[in-house]
């Protein structure tokens, strides 16, 4: 199983990224995907996350903003990140868990894409 994220870069507040993440060697039917993030110092955050059947959560801090999607045909996860901040600064993860359900530990991460907003 392998995450390839890409797509982070800088941007000036209040603009868009899209990141993308290719997940290969998992089976489709049992793959929970999610998004996290994280500053030095900082735990690493919860973004957002999307189930086998294209059920989707999001953190209270980025819902209305950021949009996770699945394209299986691509087997990519995007995450569409709208009017951002400089508090959305981070190295953006891809997870994952083999389970149809999404639980709370993710087994295999992605590199990270690194994305920096400026105010």
């Known amino acids: 199983v392998q995450l390839v994220e890409s797509g982070g870069r800088s941007v000036q507040a209040g603009g868009s990224l899209r990141l993308s993440c290719v997940v290969s060697g998992m089976d489709s039917s049992r793959r929970c995907l999610g998004w996290f993030r994280q500053t030095p110092g900082k735990e690493r955050e919860f973004i957002a996350r999307?189930?086998?059947?294209?059920?989707?959560t999001y953190a209270d801090s980025v819902k209305g903003r950021f949009t996770i999607s699945l394209d299986n045909a691509k087997n990519t996860l995007f995450l569409q990140m709208n009017s951002l901040n400089p508090e959305d600064t981070a190295m953006y993860y891809c997870a994952a868990q083999t389970s149809t359900f999404c639980g709370t530990g993710y087994q295999i991460w992605g590199q990270g894409t690194q994305v920096t907003v400026s105010s």
């Open positions: 999307v189930n086998a059947y294209g059920d989707t």
